[in-house]
């Protein structure tokens, strides 16, 4: 009983961060990140999710490494760390709607105070995997070309939309 308790709860977190990550692909938030949470979790129970996760999670280390192979790009990287930090910081404040906005008054700042905590929690979220791709891949060629042998081994083996 209790197995299948564990099965039933692991799989609706894993449909709940799968839906939110496609909200979240639209509104502000990790929506990407959620959803490639959201298909480990399933593939445990799903092969097609399992089919799934492997080429997500080399895509995102493929990414991860890119992201901190020149300075322009953590630099860039961390500025937009901090205009999203900034975004939240408007959404918080609820600023009266700027004369110069020329739409209806309910779309300034939709959201409020939650889509202000999303925010920021995307904030920390990029700040946290920018920490981590640099002490992993920064200056490291050798792990760097391990992530890219084992995408051409992938990609010869099989293609992501493949069975």
Same mark, same amino acid.
């Given at each position: 009983? $209790?197995?299948?308790?564990?099965?039933?709860?692991?799989?609706?977190?894993?449909?709940?961060? *799968?839906?939110?990550?496609?909200? +979240? %692909?639209? &509104?502000?938030?990790?929506?990407?990140?959620? %959803?490639?949470?959201?298909?480990?979790?399933?593939?445990?129970?799903?092969?097609?999710?399992?089919? #799934?996760?492997?080429?997500?999670?080399?895509? /995102?280390?493929?990414? @991860? /490494?890119?992201?901190?192979? =020149?300075?322009?790009? %953590?630099?860039? =990287?961390?500025?937009?760390? *901090?205009?999203? +930090? @900034?975004?939240?910081? &408007?959404?918080?404040?609820?600023?009266?709607? @700027?004369?110069?906005?020329?739409?209806?008054? !309910?779309?300034?700042?939709?959201?409020?105070?939650? =889509?202000?905590? !999303?925010?920021? &929690?995307? +904030?920390?979220?990029?700040?946290?995997?920018? *920490?981590? !791709?640099?002490?992993?891949?920064?200056?490291? /060629?050798?792990?760097?070309? $391990?992530?890219?042998?084992? /995408?051409?081994?992938?990609?010869? #083996?099989?293609?992501?939309?493949?069975?």
């Amino acid at each position: 009983m $209790r197995g299948a308790a564990k099965r039933i709860g692991l799989e609706l977190v894993g449909w709940v961060l *799968v839906l939110g990550g496609i909200a +979240a %692909i639209i &509104l502000p938030g990790p929506g990407l990140l959620m %959803i490639a949470g959201g298909l480990v979790l399933l593939s445990q129970q799903y092969e097609w999710a399992e089919r #799934r996760v492997d080429p997500i999670k080399r895509e /995102a280390m493929r990414g @991860a /490494a890119n992201s901190v192979e =020149t300075w322009p790009r %953590i630099v860039a =990287t961390a500025l937009m760390a *901090v205009l999203i +930090a @900034a975004a939240g910081v &408007l959404w918080w404040m609820q600023p009266a709607v @700027a004369d110069w906005w020329p739409f209806r008054d !309910s779309w300034w700042l939709p959201g409020g105070k939650a =889509t202000s905590i !999303s925010q920021f &929690l995307s +904030a920390i979220i990029v700040v946290a995997l920018l *920490v981590w !791709s640099y002490r992993k891949f920064h200056g490291k /060629a050798d792990e760097i070309a $391990r992530i890219e042998a084992q /995408a051409k081994e992938d990609d010869e #083996r099989e293609s992501f939309w493949g069975s």
